[in-house]
């Protein structure tokens, strides 16, 4: 059994900063990579970062949000500056110990609101 739990979300005012955890227990592994997606409310959900097998991040958050990973603590982190409006969403990570086998955590709630 693997059990991703993610946190940090919360409201923050625009041009705040956030970082959310994404923390692994259970049946824990060496994190091979890292995805982090978000869904905007009435929208689908999207990738907009990968850390490792094969970088990646999304246009809207290149430079603003920055994936980082913690092996000794089984913890991946988002950072989020310069939040907007459009970054209100419900954030998840997927966790990675190889090319086949991925987790989901259960999302996190980020609203972005003066």
């Known amino acids: 059994q693997v059990l991703v739990e993610e946190s940090g979300g919360g409201l923050v005012q625009p041009g705040g900063s956030l970082r959310l955890s994404c923390v692994v227990s259970?049946?824990?592994?060496?994190?091979?990579?890292v995805e982090w997606h978000r869904q905007p409310p009435g929208k689908q959900r999207e990738l907009l970062i990968r850390?490792?097998?094969?970088?990646f991040a999304k246009d809207s958050v290149k430079g603003r949000f920055a994936a980082s990973r913690d092996i000794d603590k089984n913890t991946a982190y988002l950072q989020m500056n310069s939040l907007n409006s459009e970054d209100t969403a419900v954030y998840y990570c997927?966790?990675?110990?190889?090319?086949?086998?991925?987790?989901w955590g259960q999302g996190t709630q980020v609203t972005v609101s003066s």
């Open positions: 997927k966790v990675f110990k190889n090319s086949r086998s991925g987790y």
């Open positions: 259970g049946n824990t592994f060496s994190i091979a990579s």
């Open positions: 850390d490792g097998g094969g970088a």
